[in-house]
């Protein structure tokens, strides 16, 4: 088994950042690649960002792609999202996933969710 605990979400100011951690422990091992989805209100759960544990390898949605940034740090197993430029839309529960195969944008593809971290974006 994989554990993952998300920090770092919280209310932020349209327009603004927050970066978000997941950390991760347990068997890690297992994973090939972990992945940042989200809900937003009245949506199903939709892929954010990828991140390949190996060799770093990147991919992103449309949506957040030139405002989000994911990454890994290997030493402290620890994925990360850095998030710029926060309209209102962009508020939703954040979860961070793992799976054995890859990167992958499906949310069946991964074996391993944290609990998730409210992300609001508000004036």
């Known amino acids: 088994q994989v554990q993952l605990v998300e920090s770092g979400g919280g209310l932020v100011q349209p327009g603004g950042s927050l970066r978000l951690s997941c950390a991760a422990s347990?068997?890690?091992?297992?994973?090939?690649?972990m992945g940042w989805f989200r809900e937003l209100p009245g949506r199903e759960r939709e892929f954010a960002a990828g991140?390949?544990?190996?060799?770093?390898?990147?991919s992103y949605a449309n949506s957040v792609k030139g405002r989000f940034t994911i990454s890994r740090d290997s030493a402290k197993n620890t994925m990360y999202l850095q998030m710029n430029s926060l309209p209102l839309q962009d508020t939703g529960v954040y979860y961070c996933?793992?799976?054995?195969?890859?990167?992958?944008?499906?949310?069946?593809?991964?074996?391993?969710w944290g609990q998730g971290t409210q992300v609001t974006v508000s004036s």
């Open positions: 996933a793992a799976s054995s195969r890859g990167s992958s944008a499906l949310p069946y593809e991964y074996e391993y």
């Open positions: 347990g068997s890690t091992w297992r994973r090939k690649g």
């Open positions: 991140i390949m544990w190996k060799d770093g390898a990147t």
